[in-house]
């Protein structure tokens, strides 16, 4: 089993930033990738970023690149979503999650933490 959690959502400006965290424990040398996720209200669950859980390859929302990095502590086993230029339709519960398969198919990700809710005001 691996354990997520994540910190760090609230209450931001458009134009401002946010870092969420992700703590990782339990067995993650069984894990390929981390990821961020979002789902806004009425909306599907969608890939925000990944990155490889041992290397440095990341991955990137065609339409959220520029604007997010995702990053790790590799001591710490944390991972972080930085979000810059954060906009009103960025709004929703963004969660991380681990994957035993590939980095952008969500099927693929086989452990999630509990959310973190991001709020963007206009």
């Known amino acids: 089993q691996v354990q997520l959690v994540e910190s760090g959502g609230g209450l931001v400006q458009a134009g401002g930033s946010l870092r969420l965290s992700c703590a990782a424990s339990?067995?993650?040398?069984?894990?390929?990738?981390v990821g961020w996720f979002r789902q806004a209200p009425g909306k599907e669950r969608e890939f925000v970023a990944a990155i490889r859980s041992r290397g440095t390859a990341t991955y990137y929302a065609d339409s959220l690149k520029g604007r997010f990095t995702i990053s790790r502590d590799h001591a710490e086993n944390t991972f972080y979503l930085q979000m810059n230029s954060l906009k009103p339709e960025d709004t929703a519960i963004y969660y991380c999650?681990?994957?035993?398969?590939?980095?952008?198919?969500?099927?693929?990700?086989?452990?999630w933490g509990q959310g973190t809710q991001v709020t963007v005001s206009s």
């Open positions: 339990g067995r993650t040398f069984t894990v390929y990738y």
């Open positions: 999650a681990a994957s035993t398969g590939l980095p952008m198919a969500i099927s693929d990700y086989e452990y």
